[in-house]
């Protein structure tokens, strides 16, 4: 129901910074928490981070803790995700949606996907 689209990926050296924006349609953008989704090449899709809709809390996947950020501007209708000392293991698809918390684990509260941004570092 919150259509939503990815930018912002790109190639870029290890050790390198890239910031993802993920641009929501409608009015209620901000009635949702939010959250960030990466999926490699043959590999499952995998939750990266997620942030609440006041934007007070966020919570992030150990493998990225420290190295990424996530944000919101509910103004906007837009998510972010900062993402600096990039690594080889980061190269994946990542997605943007609307997400909510199933006991410990964030899942993505609709059906459907965007079609992601690709972010690819090289070593």
């Known amino acids: 129901q919150v259509q939503v689209v990815e930018s912002g990926g790109g190639l870029v050296q290890a050790g390198g910074s890239l910031r993802l924006s993920c641009a929501a349609s409608?009015?209620?953008?901000?009635?949702?928490?939010m959250g960030w989704f990466r999926q490699a090449q043959g590999k499952e899709r995998q939750f990266v981070a997620a942030?609440?809709?006041?934007?007070?809390?966020?919570y992030y996947t150990d493998s990225v803790n420290g190295r990424f950020t996530i944000s919101r501007d509910n103004a906007k209708n837009t998510l972010y995700l900062q993402m600096n000392s990039l690594q080889p293991d980061d190269t994946a698809v990542y997605y943007c949606?609307?997400?909510?918390?199933?006991?410990?684990?964030?899942?993505?509260?609709?059906?459907?996907w965007g079609q992601g941004t690709q972010v690819t570092v090289s070593s």
């Open positions: 942030i609440t809709w006041s934007g007070s809390s966020t």
């Open positions: 949606a609307a997400v909510y918390l199933r006991g410990s684990t964030w899942q993505s509260l609709f059906d459907s």
């Open positions: 409608g009015r209620t953008f901000s009635s949702y928490a």
